[in-house]
Each structure stands twice: as structure tokens, then as C-alpha cells.
T-cell receptor, first 110, second 116 residues
Framework: QQQVKQSPQSLIVQKGGISIINCAYE??????FPWYQQFPGKGPALLIA?????SEKKEGRFTISFNKSAKQFSLHIMDSQPGDSATYFC?????????FGTGTRLTIIP | DTAVSQTPKYLVTQMGNDKSIKCEQN?????MYWYKQDSKKFLKIMFS???????INETVPNRFSPKSPDKAHLNLHINSLELGDSAVYFC???????????????FGPGTRLLVL
């Protein structure tokens, strides 16, 4: 079964807008929640990550919001730019074992 | 000076053949991984080695065998290739001593395997 559910599958946002990607997990033993960004033909690269004892983490235009009781977390990209067009994966980890969501293909249009 | 490198980048082969993919990291990390990304882009861990010792072994056919000659290298050997093995295989590494979740995993560029 899919332990980390991600939505939407694809997302189109206008330049300057806010992109929001949501994830939900089932296993309460997960203790680390990273987001990875993947460009076509490249490997995934860590974008931002959060621990479950923190409700929000912001790095530049990227923010993770974390709701432990609901077992949900989301990625917000403010002032979205064409260069942000990529596939985004949420993940949840325990003992270095990353379980990935199904990915969101984000397209930023001018 | 690539951090995590994989060879080859592309691999096209016939069903039934045996092939290997090599991975090397120059980050001084202790832990290395193999992931499979299927045609729908779903990423799933296959194996993890910490300092040459196998620590994660997901439900992967035993036709897949990882080999770690030293902690900077983790190779993946695949016997009797099948059509369903076609995917992108990613190697990754992290600094963790094992059992530490909060370590960034650095991914290689991937090896695109096509089985005909």
C-alpha cells in the first residue's frame, strides 16, 4: 500500500503565484519529512526538510507546513518562477529509509 | 568532481542478459543506496549499505544483487533481465552512521535501463 500519498499529480501555476503540494502519511514512526526536486534527466535533489516537532519551516520561497495530528504536510512555493518547473516528491523517513510520494509535476507558465 | 556518479548513463540490452551498474561517491559518506524509478516516476528504495554492510533489503527479486567493494562504491548486478526491469536506477549516498533519519541523501544522475 502507498504509505505516503501525494497530490495533485500535476499542477500548473502562473508565474508569481503560489504552488501548493500536499502529502499525507500513515506510519507515525516516520521522523523526518524531506521534499525533493527533480528536473528531467537528473536525479532528485533535496529542497527542504522538516522534523515532526516543528510545524513550519521556511527557506527562501519554499515553506513546509506540518500537521502532526492530521499526519499531513505540504510544500508551498511562493512567487513561483519558470525555473521551478520540475517534479516534486515528498518523502517520509525512518532509520534512513525514505518512502517517497508519487510525485507532482509542476509547470509554471508566464 | 561529481559527488555521486553512475555508469553507464544509458543501458539497452536484451531480455535474459546480465548487466551491472556502477556507483561511486566522493563525499566520504558511510551509507549508499539503490533506488528504482519506474515509468510513472515512482521512486522506491531497493537496497542500502552502511560501510559495506547491507542494512536495507526491500522486496526485490534475487536477480538483483548489490555489491559494495568499499564504502565509496556500491554496484548493482542484475541477472536474467526481464522487460519489467526497464526503469531508471538511482544511486544515492548519505553521511549517516546508519539508523539516523535526518541525513540528506545525495542522488546520482541515474542509469536509464531499457530491456528489449
Amino acid at each position: 500500500q502507498q504509505q505516503v500519498k501525494q497530490s495533485p499529480q500535476s499542477l500548473i501555476v502562473q508565474k508569481g503565484g503560489i504552488s501548493i503540494i500536499n502529502c499525507a502519511y500513515e506510519n507515525t514512526a516516520f521522523d523526518y519529512f524531506p521534499w525533493y526536486q527533480q528536473f528531467p534527466g537528473k536525479g532528485p535533489a533535496l529542497l527542504i526538510a522538516i522534523r515532526p516537532d516543528v510545524s513550519e519551516k521556511k527557506e527562501g520561497r519554499f515553506t513546509i507546513s506540518f500537521n502532526k495530528s492530521a499526519k499531513q504536510f505540504s510544500l508551498h512555493i511562493m512567487d513561483s518562477q519558470p525555473g521551478d518547473s520540475a517534479t516534486y516528491f515528498c518523502a517520509a523517513s525512518r532509520h534512513e529509509k525514505l518512502t517517497f510520494g508519487t510525485g507532482t509535476r509542476l509547470t509554471i507558465i508566464p | 568532481d561529481t559527488a555521486v556518479s553512475q555508469t553507464p548513463k544509458y543501458l539497452v540490452t536484451q531480455m535474459g542478459n546480465d548487466k551491472s551498474i556502477k556507483c561511486e561517491q566522493n563525499l566520504g559518506h558511510d551509507t549508499m543506496y539503490w533506488y528504482k524509478q519506474d515509468s510513472k516516476k515512482f521512486l522506491k528504495i531497493m537496497f542500502s549499505y552502511n560501510n559495506k554492510e547491507l542494512i536495507i533489503n526491500e522486496t526485490v527479486p534475487n536477480r538483483f544483487s548489490p555489491k559494495s567493494p568499499d564504502k565509496a562504491h556500491l554496484n548493482l548486478h542484475i541477472n536474467s533481465l526481464e522487460l519489467g526491469d526497464s526503469a531508471v536506477y538511482f544511486c544515492a549516498s548519505s553521511q549517516g552512521p546508519g539508523g539516523v533519519s535526518q541525513e540528506t541523501q545525495y542522488f546520482g544522475p541515474g542509469t536509464r535501463l531499457l530491456v528489449l
